[in-house]
């Protein structure tokens, strides 16, 4: 098994990126929440959290609000404790209007490998339902689905 705690590798930051969309592509707020440290502050779109209780209620909010969820991560860059990833992902609302949603995130990690601080910034851009890319069932992206490098997104 490979270790998944600071300092990270190139091999371990492309790994933690996988295992966070991953995470955040099961829409399970409690599952998504036992990554980050019990007090781990974010910065989300303008919203300001700190904890794994509130990072549960933000994600809850969240998944009511963007359904049909799929997101992918990819790596940008990494040190010995951080990682910085790029990120789009689409959802429609309870109206059926599309969106993709574009950003970066930067992440700083505990000694233990769990998230200590996450900085997100995120842009929504309407789109119509025959724009959409990102077309496997709910939950995990398949392993063969385009990046969002090979998808020139």
């Not at 990690?109 to 119509?128: H, K, T, V, Y």
Request: with cysteine; charged share 30%.
């Amino acid at each position: 098994m490979t270790n998944l705690t600071p300092p990270f590798t190139r091999e371990t930051a492309i790994l933690k990126t996988r295992m966070a969309e991953d995470s955040w592509n099961s829409r399970d707020p409690e599952r998504c929440s036992l990554v980050y440290t019990k007090d781990c502050f974010w910065r989300n779109r303008s919203e300001f959290i700190t904890g794994r209780e509130e990072i549960v209620a933000l994600l809850t909010r969240k998944w009511a609000k963007e359904l049909e969820y799929r997101l992918i991560k990819e790596l940008w860059a990494y040190t010995d404790n951080c990682i910085a990833v790029r990120f789009a992902y689409e959802w429609c609302d309870d109206s059926g209007n599309w969106f993709r949603s574009y950003g970066n995130e930067n992440w700083e990690f505990a000694e233990d490998g769990l998230m200590q601080r996450r900085f997100a910034s995120i842009n929504d851009m309407p789109i119509q339902e025959e724009e959409r890319k990102f077309h496997w069932p709910l939950g995990s992206r398949p392993a063969d689905h385009p990046s969002l490098s090979e998808l020139n997104l």
